[in-house]
């Protein structure tokens, strides 16, 4: 019964290169919650997202970020054009079910990106 | 002033000391979460509660919602239980998924 799983858990990218962090919820959930932890800071919500929806990207810087959760395969956050700033541990979280209900949350492991 | 303040920031602990760590918040939610990370590591919900108090092992969790505040307690604290422990809130309504994080709490338990 596999937990949240995220990879790469290291990504290691150039300033002005892509990162694709991808995200498998926990079997049988289709809510995915990502968050971001900057160094000597806590963490932050991003985004908020069902099968195929944007619900909620609030938390999302306006440019360069992206983020999506097809209808198979993995939820993937997409950082275009990183820069050292983007430099940050990155959280997925799932859930069975999403607003209305307190369902508990699972997180991953996290991917740690480095812009050099 | 953030919305989620935890205290102390760091803590020192003998091994076999009891420990508690606090988070106070200032906005309404629907529930609160005690997660556990490891440096490097990743995060582990220990607990989510909305109401009262919750045991598992040597944890325990309590919440008074009037007040607005809620403590982790670790009872014969051990090495292993070093982390950082990160309070959050849940937002309440239709933002009950939202999480507002607190900055983390630093424990080191020296055997």
């Known amino acids: 019964n596999a937990g949240v799983m995220q990879n790469p858990r290291h990504l290691v990218r150039r300033r002005g290169q892509e990162a694709r962090l991808r995200c498998s919820p926990m079997k049988g959930h289709s809510h995915v919650y990502w968050y971001r932890q900057l160094p000597e800071e806590g963490l932050k919500f991003m985004v908020y997202l069902q099968k195929e929806n944007i619900i909620d990207e609030s938390g999302m810087p306006k440019e360069r970020f992206s983020a999506e959760f097809p209808k198979e395969g993995p939820s993937i956050l997409r950082i275009q054009q990183v820069v050292r700033g983007d430099s940050a541990a990155y959280f997925c979280?799932?859930?069975?079910?999403?607003?209305?209900?307190?369902?508990?949350?699972?997180f991953g492991n996290g991917t740690r990106l480095t812009v050099t | 002033k953030n919305e989620v303040e935890q205290s102390p920031q760091n803590l020192t602990a003998q091994e076999g000391e009891f420990i508690t760590i606090n988070c106070s918040y200032s906005v309404g939610i629907s529930a609160l979460h005690w997660l556990q990370q490891h440096p490097g590591g990743g995060i582990v919900s220990l607990f989510m509660l909305s109401s009262g108090k919750k045991k598992h092992g040597r944890l325990i969790a309590t919440i008074n919602i009037q007040e607005k505040h809620s403590s982790l307690h670790i009872t014969a604290s051990h090495p292993r239980d070093s982390a950082v422990y990160i309070c959050?809130?849940?937002?309440?309504?239709?933002?009950?998924?939202?999480?507002?994080f607190g900055k983390g709490t630093l424990l080191t338990v020296n055997p």
């Open positions: 979280a799932s859930s069975r079910q999403g607003t209305g209900i307190l369902s508990p949350l699972h």
């Open positions: 959050a809130v849940r937002g309440s309504g239709g933002s009950n998924y939202k999480l507002t």
